[in-house]
């Protein structure tokens, strides 16, 4: 069990937090159908009412337009190439806005591909300032192969690190810059990447590992937060994707979310993974609301609390 606490809770007049919330409506990297429909099923939930309680300013921009037609299909090497390979486009051109101005940027994904075109853009705007925080129960780096057919969601971190013809940003992302934390079964090949194991997590009791963590990255960072709600085990989050038998507890998920986007520097946080389709009676989709709406406040309290100290 992780023990850390933070305070929760309403955020007072003088909050200067503003979110806008942005739906990724797509499963270009996932085999079967679900998590296109989670941008609408947590706004059904109650999304944004919560966060406006939690004392947060929130704007709705809709849902992304996809384009008319995603190819999808299982040929090798990368399930329904060329959706994924739009979709990043798509991103890499919206989320400059999102990620560009003073509002803080929440986006509902979508399957864990998300994260190819919103980094990318991340890091066209921010160069290497951009760092990437990525809260998930895998690792996300597995490399195409010709002899097998695998969806992109399961690649992410892969086409970041790689100049490569597939997908080809102006500049790969660098190892340094990217952590991990959550990884229930850390891989042999880490890609270079930092690896907070669930382990680590429960054996430091969380906030001393999540804060040296912290620490490592420059003052003036631009930070940009992944969070795959399969880090979380099957109890707490039954609707994930692909649910886990071993990962946080619901409340461990929201004190480590909470920790993480308290920092002044993280600009926004995409959520993954969540597939509507498992959720058959809505609660899964209220839970997580209420996930994030806690974490919100906690950083809108922060916020508050640093500027009553100036």
Not at 85 to 90: Q, V
Request: with cysteine; hydrophobic share 45%.
């Amino acid at each position: 069990m992780i023990y850390w606490e933070h305070v929760y809770g309403k955020n007072q007049e003088g909050s200067a937090i503003n979110v806008n919330v942005i739906g990724i409506p797509h499963a270009v990297g996932a085999y079967v159908s679900g998590t296109e429909l989670a941008p609408d099923a947590l706004r059904e939930a109650g999304l944004i009412e919560q966060l406006q309680q939690a004392g947060l300013k929130v704007s709705d921009a809709g849902n992304v337009k996809l384009p008319d037609y995603l190819p999808r299909h299982n040929i090798p090497p990368v399930r329904h190439w060329p959706a994924p390979r739009m979709l990043w486009d798509l991103l890499r051109k919206e989320a400059r806005d999102w990620l560009h101005g003073d509002d803080f940027a929440l986006m509902l994904g979508g399957d864990c591909s998300t994260i190819v075109g919103t980094a990318t853009a991340h890091q066209e705007l921010h160069g290497d300032l951009a760092y990437l925080l990525v809260i998930d129960g895998h690792l996300d780096a597995v490399a195409p192969s010709p002899h097998r057919c695998l969806g992109a969601a399961g690649m992410g971190l892969w086409f970041l690190l790689r100049d490569n013809p597939m997908w080809a940003a102006e500049q790969a992302w660098t190892s340094d810059r990217i952590s991990v934390i959550g990884c229930q079964q850390p891989p042999e090949e880490s890609c270079g990447i930092e690896i907070v194991s669930l382990a680590d997590l429960r054996a430091s009791e969380g906030e001393h590992v999540v804060s040296r963590l912290l620490k490592n990255i420059p003052a003036n960072a631009k930070l940009l937060v992944h969070f795959d709600v399969d880090v979380m085990d099957e109890e707490a989050m039954a609707a994930a994707y692909s649910p886990s038998k071993t990962g946080l507890s619901l409340k461990e998920a929201e004190n480590l979310l909470a920790a993480v986007v308290q920092d002044s520097r993280v600009i926004g946080l995409e959520v993954t993974e969540f597939s509507a389709l498992r959720d058959t009676t809505g609660e899964y989709a209220k839970r997580l609301v209420r996930l994030l709406a806690n974490a919100l406040a906690a950083r809108a309290t922060r916020a508050s609390s640093d500027t009553l100290h100036r």
